[in-house]
């Protein structure tokens, strides 16, 4: 979280995958990292990826619904774009 609030993306990235290294189904890194995709980074299927995945752990979550309609949005999103356009 450190080095999102301080616009250090990449290594934000670096340090959560490396988190989940240690705890592939850890709820927080999963979510975080879908956010850090998808507002930071522009790397959309890989938010999805990490969102999708936070569903499944816990699909009763107070996020739950913001994540569905994330999901949602960016499926029709890609069915409307071009092959070369999805990301």
Do not use: C
């Amino acid at each position: 979280v450190f080095f999102t609030e301080n616009k250090k993306f990449e290594q934000a990235e670096r340090e959560y995958v490396r988190a989940l290294e240690f705890d592939p189904n850890n709820l927080k890194v999963h979510y975080n990292l879908g956010y850090l995709y998808a507002e930071d980074l522009d790397k959309h299927d890989k938010a999805m990826f990490h969102l999708e995945k936070y569903l499944q752990i816990d699909p009763n979550s107070k996020e739950s619904e913001a994540i569905r309609s994330y999901i949602a949005t960016r499926q029709v999103w890609n069915a409307g774009a071009p092959s070369g356009k999805r990301r």
